[in-house]
C-alpha cells in the first residue's frame, strides 16, 4: 500500500508555526525566522508521522479572490483593515519569512501548488477532488476544510491542528458527524452548509441572524440539505419549520443564495504544480540547502526534516 497523498494548508501551518514561537529566533543576519524553523519541524513531523509518498504544500495565489468578495463584499474585508492599520503601528515580521520557506522547500524538492485567482482551500479542494489513488490527508488549522471528508474515491481525512500539530485531530467522515451531529453518510458536505447557516465572524460572514452552530446543524440534520431547508421555508404548508426560524431564513433570502458561493471550496481551479509531488528520500539541491541551513541558522530543523525523508524516527530538538 502506498502511503498518504498529505496536502498542506501551507500559510495556515506557518502562521501558527510564527505565532507559537518567539520571534526573538533569528537568523547570524538578525532576521527573525521562528515561522521557518516551526514550519520545517511540522513538515518533519508529518512526514515521520503519516509516511506521505507524495506531499504538496498548497498556497494561497489570492488570499481574498475576487469571486468570493463579489458574492459577499464583507468576505474578509476585516482582515483587510487589520493589515493596513498594523502596516503602521507593527513591523511584519512574517511576511520576509515566506520567501526562505518556498526556496527551502524547492531546495529539498517539495512541491508547492497555487491557483492563480484562487485561495490555497480551493487548490487544496482541486488536488483532493482529482485523486482516485491514494488516500488523501488534508493538514490545515482551518475548520472550513472539513467539507474535504470522505469515504470514496479514495478516502479523505483532515488533520486539524487548530490548537498545534502536537494536539491535532483526525477527522473523518463518523468524527465530523459526532462532533457537530450531523449526518455521516454526507458530512463534509453538511459541514459546509452549515457554515453557511452559522457564518463565521473571522471570515467576514454574517450568517444567519439568530441560528448558532448546534440550531444549523440540526437544521441541516433534519431536512437534509441546505437546499431541502430552503423550501421548506419558501413552502408555508411545510409545518416542520418554526415561524420564527422561517422568518428568520427568509430574512437572510439573499446571504444564502451567495454564501455557499464563498463557503464551498472551489474543485477545478486552475492548479500550477511547481514540480512533481511524489516525495523525495534525498534534497534535490542539497548544496542549496547546506547554503540555507548556515545563512538562516536553521541547523536543527533542516536536519530533522533531512532524517524524516530518510525514513529515520523523528525527535523533537
Not at 494548508?9 to 507559537?20: E, T
Not at 518556498?102 to 491557483?115: K, Q, R, S, W
Not at 475548520?143 to 487548530?162: H, I, K, M, N, S
Not at 464563498?262 to 523525495?280: E, I
Request: aromatic content about 6%.
Amino acid at each position: 500500500m502506498t502511503g498518504p497523498l498529505v496536502l498542506l494548508d501551507a500559510a495556515s501551518l506557518y502562521f501558527r508555526a510564527y505565532f507559537a514561537l518567539p520571534d526573538s529566533i533569528k537568523a547570524p543576519d538578525g532576521t527573525s525566522v521562528n515561522a521557518v524553523r516551526g514550519f520545517t519541524d511540522m513538515v518533519a513531523k508529518l512526514i515521520t508521522d503519516r509516511r506521505p509518498g507524495r506531499l504538496v504544500a498548497c498556497l494561497d495565489a489570492d488570499w481574498r479572490p475576487d469571486f468570493r468578495v463579489a458574492a459577499i463584499p464583507s468576505y474578509k474585508a476585516h482582515r483587510l483593515a487589520d493589515e493596513e492599520a498594523n502596516a503602521e503601528e507593527v513591523p511584519d515580521t512574517l511576511t520576509p519569512q515566506v520567501p526562505v520557506i518556498l526556496e527551502l522547500l524547492a531546495a529539498f524538492g517539495i512541491a508547492t501548488a497555487e491557483a492563480e485567482g484562487y485561495e490555497a482551500d480551493d487548490v487544496i479542494g482541486t488536488l483532493a477532488a482529482r485523486e482516485d489513488t491514494d488516500p488523501v490527508v488534508v493538514v490545515t488549522g482551518d475548520r472550513d476544510l472539513f467539507q474535504l471528508v470522505r469515504e470514496e474515491p479514495t478516502p479523505g481525512r483532515v488533520l486539524y491542528a487548530g490548537r498545534g500539530l502536537s494536539k491535532a485531530e483526525v477527522y473523518g467522515p463518523t468524527e465530523l458527524a459526532e462532533r457537530y451531529g450531523l449526518p455521516r453518510e454526507r458530512a463534509g458536505a453538511a459541514y459546509a452548509e452549515m457554515a453557511v447557516l452559522r457564518g463565521d465572524p473571522s471570515d467576514g460572514l454574517p450568517g444567519v441572524a439568530g441560528i448558532g452552530e448546534k440550531t444549523a446543524a440540526r437544521l441541516i440534520t433534519e431536512f437534509g440539505s441546505l437546499a431541502s431547508l430552503l423550501a421548506a421555508a419558501d413552502d408555508e404548508t411545510d409545518r416542520r419549520l418554526r415561524p420564527a426560524v422561517r422568518a428568520k431564513l427568509l430574512a437572510a433570502k439573499d446571504y444564502l443564495a451567495a454564501a455557499p458561493g464563498v463557503v464551498n471550496v472551489v474543485t477545478d481551479s486552475p492548479v500550477h504544480l511547481d514540480r512533481p509531488d511524489t516525495l523525495p528520500h534525498e534534497p534535490k539541491d542539497p548544496e542549496h540547502v547546506a547554503e540555507l541551513r548556515a545563512r538562516w541558522g536553521l541547523g536543527g530543523p533542516v536536519d530533522r526534516l533531512l532524517t524524516a525523508l530518510r525514513g529515520r524516527p523523528w525527535s523533537p530538538e
